[in-house]
């Protein structure tokens, strides 16, 4: 079966979506991807004619076995292509989830192996988010926006959602937040929707949105 690019950036949406425990609707997919929602709904009657895709009596998207299958497959070249240009090329993680999307679709099987036992079969990519096929056990993990001050944490992931936002990556490398970073909340700003962190003994701001998307387990 073959399966066009746009086709298989959708199935990968979907999967990061579920992974993330959201309802996948054609709506969040529309909020995603940023595109208009009959956009999508044009593309989900492709995929399900496909079999790639399903919807139940409340217009909620899953993937089947096979579309499954087939973003996993995705997902697993993006995140190796990614640690590759990050850890050999020194790419910045906006940069490399850029070019990783590009380079995707023309890695082979073959080339996929070998680049993978080259890297020392890593688990994850370098936002920490499981690279299929890794068989990296699943740690538990709970947005920073919702831990209380004081307790010591450490950052487990960046939200997958957040990849498509190229610039916050950028900001989150560029200020420290990595994987295996260990932070604490100081205090919270209700009125200006935002908190103070301390990571790396320097303490910065940082709004609720992008709390939300820092993944965190305690210490």
């Known amino acids: 079966m073959k399966i066009t690019y746009a086709a298989d950036t959708y199935l990968e949406a979907i999967s990061i979506l579920q992974t993330e425990g959201v309802v996948v609707i054609a709506a969040r997919i ?8 009959p956009t999508v709904t044009q593309m989900m009657k492709r995929l ?10 409340k ?3 899953s993937l089947s076995s096979i579309g499954e299958q087939q973003a996993n497959a995705s997902l697993r070249r993006h995140r190796i292509l990614e640690r590759f240009l990050c850890d050999t090329l020194q790419l910045d993680w ?26 020392g079969f890593p688990t994850t990519c370098p936002h920490g988010n499981a690279i299929p096929g890794s068989d990296v056990p699943v740690v538990k993990a709970v947005p920073l926006s919702d831990m209380p ?10 939200f997958e959602q957040a990849e498509e936002e190229v610039e916050l990556l950028r900001s989150l490398e560029n200020n420290g937040f990595a994987p295996g970073q260990e932070l604490s909340i100081v205090t919270y700003h209700q009125q200006d929707d935002d908190m103070s962190v301390m990571l790396q003994g320097k ?3 940082l709004t609720y949105d992008v709390a939300k998307r820092l993944m965190v387990r305690e210490l």
């Open 30 to 37: 529309a909020e995603y991807l940023k595109v208009s929602r």
């Open 48 to 57: 399900v004619a496909m079999g790639l895709v399903e919807l139940n009596n």
């Open 59 to 61: 217009k909620e998207i």
């Open 94 to 119: 906006g940069t490399a989830h850029i070019e990783a999307s590009h380079l995707e679709r023309c890695l082979t099987p073959t080339v996929e192996k070998k680049l993978d036992e080259w890297l």
């Open 149 to 158: 001050v004081g307790v010591p944490l450490e950052i487990v992931r960046i």
């Open 203 to 205: 303490i910065m701001d």
